[in-house]
């Protein structure tokens, strides 16, 4: 099996750069003897050294040229490819003005994973609202890198952390809007590539997937809805069929504690929050956001721009460690499989 060393590096983007992306990505590399693997920021050199003295971290940033520099550099300093920012940075206060900086970062960090220079992209936290405002009109992350390599509408989102994982089927829309667009296909599709990415990027032979109703008490038989009985349900005798071990539907409530979570390998749940709240929960600082269904990996910290402590050195990089390791190992896992 490839070992995560053995790997090219991780491609790590700038984020929102008014938020604290580059408040973590200079503590994770401060602690890269704890075996965080070795990656390069696409992202401004001399705001980061500026950041740096701001927070007071004695972190050596070194402007490189090329993603094959960043392993021998990351030894002794942080591999940044320099990306220019259209006006300078506050930490807190957001201009939409670099929301193309922001876009490049992304944009570029994806074309090193798919010409082979980078193993994994993980990418720092967005701001949504912002980027509206530059000119983005995805509804997040997930459907933009998607969209770049012809991928749209097959991208799933998993939010793992220590002793769970979890898939919501809709994602980014309002609640209201995740219950009309909830479908027997749409279900099959997101179980069919979350069983498949347990086995090739999380070594899982045979994964067991548990699958959420949509209602109170998974819908009781009809009396709190219809949809279990509709649609849910039909899905997982489809996910059956199909020689996934798949499971439910079940109460929401109760599928999430300790002992219940021990029995499946991952969660497929109906909609955002149904998934994220007891990811966030449960293991609010080292949850990791994971897209399945593309061409390459793709990891994030599970949390967001946190504008009120960006600059203040409050923030905590051990989302961010947790995704870079992620990212390396599902790296090593995919080589492995071939």
């Known amino acids: 099996m490839a070992s995560a060393a053995s790997l090219a590096p991780l491609a790590l983007t700038m984020g929102e750069p008014a938020g604290i992306g580059g408040d973590i990505a200079l503590k994770a590399w401060l602690r890269r003897a704890e075996g965080v693997p070795a990656f390069f920021l696409i992202d401004d050199p001399d705001r980061l050294r500026a950041l740096a003295h701001r927070l007071g971290l004695t972190v050596p940033v070194a402007a490189i040229t090329a993603a094959a520099e960043a392993p021998a550099t990351f030894a002794r300093a942080l591999p940044v490819l320099p990306q220019p920012l259209a006006v300078p940075v506050e930490p807190g206060r957001p201009d939409p003005a670099n929301a193309g900086a922001v876009r490049a970062s992304i944009e570029r960090a994806v074309g090193h994973v798919m010409a082979g220079e980078a193993a994994a992209v993980v990418t720092n936290p967005i701001h949504k609202g912002v980027m509206y405002q530059g000119g983005f009109t995805f509804p997040g992350h997930t459907e933009f890198l998607a969209d770049l390599v012809g991928h749209r509408g097959r991208e799933v989102m998993m939010l793992a952390c220590t002793g769970l994982r979890v898939v919501p089927v809709t994602i980014h829309v309002a609640l209201a809007e995740a219950v009309r667009s909830l479908t027997r296909d749409a279900i099959v599709a997101a179980g069919r590539v979350t069983a498949g990415a347990l086995e090739t990027d999380f070594a899982i032979a045979r994964p067991r997937l548990a699958v959420a109703g949509l209602n109170p008490h998974a819908g009781e038989d009809g009396a709190m809805g219809r949809e279990e009985i509709d649609i849910v349900a039909p899905a997982i005798a489809d996910l059956r069929a199909a020689g996934i071990d798949a499971f439910g539907p079940l109460p929401p409530d109760t599928m999430f504690h300790a002992a219940a979570r021990a029995g499946y390998d991952a969660a497929l749940c109906m ?27 793709r990891t994030s910290p599970d949390h967001g721009t946190a504008f009120q402590i960006a600059g203040t ?26």
Do not use: C, W
Request: cysteine-free; overall charge negative; aromatic content about 6%.
């Open 271 to 297: 909609y955002h929050d149904q998934a994220l709240i007891p990811i966030k929960t449960i293991g609010f600082d080292e949850g990791v956001n994971v897209t399945l269904g593309l061409p390459f990996v």
């Open 313 to 338: 050195g409050r923030a905590s990089e051990t989302s961010l460690m947790a995704a870079l390791a992620m990212a390396a190992t599902i790296s090593a896992n995919r080589a492995a499989h071939g």
